[in-house]
C-alpha cells in the first residue's frame, strides 16, 4: 500500500522538513478537527496553498496530503451528519450505523498509521507513494509549475 | 489514468463491501444497544418521577387508579403494544397538564380529568401521550433540549438536582416540535380508531381548550404549551374523516362518573 520510491531529485534538509510537516500538520488537525472532519482537510489545504510555489518534492508531498484528507473527508463526514441525524432527528441506532463506524475507523487509523509513517520517511528525506493517492498526486503536481 | 481510476475504484469497493460484509452482523446485539438504552431510561424516568412525585401528591385510590389502568388495558390491546411498559401516574393537581416522562411513565394531573366533559377526550389525550412514548419522542426532546451528556451524567447519579428540575420542567411544561406534536396527534387518532373510540372528542376537546387558550394560564398548561390547538383540532378532523367505526365507551357511565367524583373529592379534599 505505501512504496518507497526514487525521487527526480535529492531534497535538501529544508524541504524533507516541510514535506514532512504537510503529514504533520493533517495529524495535529485530527485533535481540533474530531468533532468536525472539515477542519483536516482545512488545515492540511492552507498548507497545501503556503506552498504551492515551493520545490516539486514539497509540492508534491502537500498534494498526497491533501488528497487523502480529501477522501476522508467525505467517509467523515457521512459518519458525523449521520450521528447528528440520530442524535437529533428520527434516526436510531442501527446495525447498518454501527458497521459504517466500524469501517470508518478502521480508513481513518489506516491513514493515521500511513500518514505518521510518511511524515518520518519524508523528514528522512524518502520519498514515500501511496497506492492510489500517490499515482493521483502525479496527475495533479507536475515538476515543472 | 487508467490505473488511477482502477485504483480508485477498488478504493471505493472496499469501503463499500467492507461496509456491506459488516453490515450482516447483529452489532445492536453484541453491543447490547438497545439494553443500554432501556438502562439509561430506566434510571432517567425513576428519577425524574421520584422527584416530580416529591412535590405532589400521587392518588393511589383504587376507584381512580382501575379505570385508567382499563383504559390503558384497552388501548394497548387494540393496538398491540407492550402494555406494561406504560406507567400510569395520577397526581394530584388542578393545573390541566399530562406529560410522558422516559421509560413509559405516564403522568396525568387530576385536573386533566376533572375538566374532560366525556371519558373520549380523557381517552384522547392519554393517546397523544402514548404516541410521544412509542414514538420515543421523550428522549428526543430531553436529548434536544438538555444535551447527551448531561442525560449521561443524570442517570449515572452525577447530576445536581437543579439541572433535574430543569429537564423535569422541559418535559412537563413546554411542548415538542410542532412536527412531533402533528406526528403524536395523527398517532392518537390511529389508536382511537383501533381501540373503537370516536375521536371527535378529542379534537372537540382541543377546540374547546383553544377558546382558552388567550386566556391561558397555570392551569391551562396542556394546552398553553401545546402550539395551535385550533389546528390540531382542524387536522385531527381532517385526518379521521375518513375512518369509519362502530365505536364504543370503554367505562361505563357510572365508572366514568364515579372516577370524576373520586378525583373531586380527594381536589376539595387538598383545598380544604
Known amino acids: 500500500m505505501i512504496s518507497t520510491q526514487e525521487f527526480s531529485y535529492i531534497p535538501a534538509?529544508?524541504?524533507?522538513?516541510?514535506?514532512?510537516?504537510?503529514?504533520?500538520?493533517?495529524?495535529?488537525?485530527?485533535?481540533?478537527?474530531?468533532?468536525?472532519?472539515?477542519?483536516?482537510?482545512?488545515?492540511?489545504?492552507?498548507f497545501y496553498l503556503g506552498n504551492r510555489r515551493s520545490s516539486y518534492f514539497v509540492r508534491w508531498?502537500?498534494?498526497?496530503?491533501?488528497?487523502?484528507?480529501?477522501?476522508?473527508?467525505?467517509?467523515?463526514?457521512?459518519?458525523?451528519?449521520?450521528?447528528?441525524?440520530?442524535?437529533?432527528?428520527?434516526?436510531?441506532?442501527?446495525?447498518?450505523?454501527?458497521?459504517?463506524?466500524?469501517?470508518?475507523?478502521?480508513?481513518?487509523?489506516?491513514?493515521?498509521?500511513?500518514?505518521?509513517?510518511?511524515?518520518?520517511?519524508?523528514?528522512k528525506g524518502i520519498h514515500v507513494e501511496w497506492w492510489f493517492y500517490g499515482n493521483l498526486t502525479h496527475t495533479f503536481c507536475k515538476e515543472e509549475i | 489514468m487508467k490505473k488511477i481510476v482502477l485504483q480508485g475504484s477498488l478504493l471505493i469497493l472496499l469501503f463499500l463491501g467492507s461496509w456491506f460484509a459488516l453490515r450482516q452482523i447483529d452489532w445492536m446485539n453484541i453491543f447490547e444497544v438497545e439494553k443500554a438504552k432501556d438502562n439509561t431510561q430506566e434510571s432517567l424516568g425513576e428519577l425524574f418521577l421520584e422527584t416530580y412525585t416529591q412535590a405532589e401528591n400521587q392518588n393511589f385510590n383504587s376507584q381512580v387508579v382501575e379505570p385508567m389502568d382499563s383504559i390503558i388495558n384497552h388501548i394497548a390491546k387494540a393496538n398491540a403494544f407492550d402494555r406494561e411498559y406504560i406507567k400510569v401516574h395520577i397526581i394530584?393537581?388542578?393545573?390541566?397538564?399530562?406529560?410522558?416522562?422516559?421509560?413509559?411513565?405516564?403522568?396525568?394531573?387530576?385536573?386533566?380529568?376533572?375538566?374532560?366533559?366525556?371519558?373520549?377526550?380523557?381517552?384522547?389525550?392519554?393517546?397523544?401521550?402514548?404516541?410521544?412514548?412509542?414514538?420515543?419522542?421523550?428522549?428526543?426532546?430531553?436529548?434536544?433540549?438538555?444535551?447527551?451528556?448531561?442525560?449521561?451524567?443524570?442517570?449515572?447519579?452525577?447530576?445536581?438536582?437543579?439541572?433535574?428540575?430543569?429537564?423535569?420542567?422541559?418535559?412537563?411544561?413546554?411542548?415538542?416540535?410542532?412536527?412531533?406534536?402533528?406526528?403524536?396527534?395523527?398517532?392518537?387518532?390511529?389508536?382511537?380508531?383501533?381501540?373503537?373510540?370516536?375521536?371527535?372528542?378529542?379534537?372537540?376537546?382541543?377546540?374547546?381548550?383553544?377558546?382558552?387558550?388567550?386566556?391561558?394560564?397555570?392551569?391551562?398548561?396542556?394546552?398553553?404549551?401545546?402550539p395551535a390547538s385550533k389546528e390540531r383540532a382542524t387536522y385531527i378532523i381532517e385526518y379521521h374523516d375518513n375512518e369509519l367505526s362502530d365505536y364504543q365507551s370503554i367505562l361505563t357511565t357510572e365508572t366514568w362518573e364515579s372516577l370524576k367524583a373520586e378525583l373531586a373529592k380527594s381536589s376539595n379534599h387538598l383545598v380544604n
Not at chain 1, 529544508?14 to 478537527?33: F, K, P, Q, T, W
Not at chain 1, 457521512?78 to 469501517?103: N, P
Not at chain 2, 421509560?103 to 381517552?123: R, T
Open chain 1, 13 to 46: 534538509e529544508a524541504e524533507a522538513e516541510a514535506a514532512s510537516n504537510s503529514y504533520l500538520m493533517s495529524l495535529i488537525a485530527i485533535i481540533a478537527g474530531l468533532p468536525l472532519p472539515i477542519i483536516n482537510l482545512i488545515a492540511t489545504l492552507v
Open chain 1, 61 to 123: 508531498h502537500c498534494t498526497q496530503a491533501l488528497l487523502s484528507q480529501f477522501s476522508m473527508l467525505f467517509i467523515n463526514s457521512y459518519a458525523f451528519w449521520w450521528t447528528i441525524s440520530i442524535i437529533f432527528q428520527d434516526e436510531s441506532i442501527s446495525s447498518e450505523y454501527i458497521a459504517y463506524l466500524i469501517v470508518a475507523i478502521v480508513f481513518n487509523l489506516t491513514e493515521f498509521i500511513a500518514t505518521i509513517y510518511t511524515a518520518i520517511q519524508t523528514r
Open chain 2, 92 to 226: 394530584e393537581k388542578d393545573e390541566i397538564n399530562a406529560f410522558a416522562l422516559p421509560y413509559g411513565h405516564l403522568i396525568i394531573n387530576s385536573g386533566l380529568i376533572l375538566n374532560c366533559d366525556n371519558q373520549e377526550e380523557l381517552i384522547g389525550v392519554i393517546c397523544h401521550e402514548i404516541a410521544h412514548i412509542e414514538l420515543d419522542h421523550v428522549m428526543k426532546k430531553l436529548v434536544k433540549e438538555i444535551g447527551l451528556s448531561v442525560l449521561i451524567s443524570m442517570a449515572s447519579g452525577n447530576s445536581g438536582g437543579d439541572v433535574i428540575k430543569e429537564s423535569l420542567r422541559v418535559l412537563s411544561s413546554s411542548a415538542f416540535d410542532r412536527s412531533l406534536e402533528k406526528e403524536a396527534d395523527l398517532k392518537a387518532v390511529d389508536y382511537l380508531v383501533k381501540a373503537k373510540v370516536d375521536p371527535e372528542p378529542f379534537a372537540e376537546f382541543l377546540y374547546k381548550i383553544s377558546k382558552l387558550e388567550s386566556d391561558a394560564t397555570q392551569y391551562f398548561n396542556w394546552v398553553s404549551t401545546h
